[in-house]
């Protein structure tokens, strides 16, 4: 028998060449994020006019708005990514999942372990469709066994992931969704994501 090449329509596959993209375009974005700091740590929305008006000195404006632009295109490129990411995931955990639903999964399955409690209008959760009252059953790699108590280690895993995007699981009326998160600053609001979650306990 010849060696069996894997289906590229497969979930598995597809889900593996937007991992593969998703890294590239993180990379990409790192380089331009990393400009901007080069310049002054200068954000998304730092003025580049001194008070006078006249194009401030002590920054490189052409590069400046150059890293914007194509930060902005990335962000895009990375959402539609990431969203693709998570319909395959959903294709190759679909059948656990229908399990789990039906009350007869087996006793590994996983259980939420935190709440969302409020979303901010315009925030990275709220981009990410996040929604009040989403039970979290996996944030990037963590899961409930990750946590004793305290959301210290998610806390922690958003300050390591700025402006990368981190897939999430969770229970919305009894429905799995995986959904993307970017954390970021500089959103208009408190902290990098922008919602409330809680420590949640069946």
Not at 58 to 71: L, M
């Amino acid at each position: 028998m010849g060696l069996q090449l894997p289906n590229p329509d497969s979930p598995l596959e597809q889900a593996r060449t937007l991992m593969a993209r998703k890294d590239t375009i993180e990379a990409e974005l790192e380089t331009h994020l990393s400009v901007l700091k080069a310049n002054n740590n200068v954000t998304m929305h730092s003025p580049l006019v001194d008070r006078e008006g006249f194009p401030r000195a002590d920054i490189d404006i052409y590069a400046v708005r150059n890293a914007r632009v194509r930060i902005i295109e990335l962000r895009n490129d990375l959402k539609a990514v990431m969203d693709g990411i998570g319909k395959a995931l959903e294709g190759i955990y679909d059948p656990a999942l229908a399990s789990a639903q039906s009350g007869e999964g087996e006793g590994g399955a996983l259980k939420p372990f935190a709440r969302v409690e409020g979303v901010a209008p315009g925030s990275p959760a709220s981009e990410a469709a996040l929604q009040k009252g989403d039970l979290v059953v996996k944030f990037g790699k963590l899961d409930e066994k990750s946590f004793k108590g305290s959301l210290q280690p998610l806390s922690e895993i958003v300050a390591e992931n700025e402006d990368r995007a981190i897939t999430i699981r969770v229970l919305r009326s009894e429905q799995t969704m995986f959904l993307t998160l970017t954390p970021r600053k500089n959103w208009g609001g408190r902290g990098m994501l922008g919602c409330h979650i809680v420590p949640y306990s069946p």
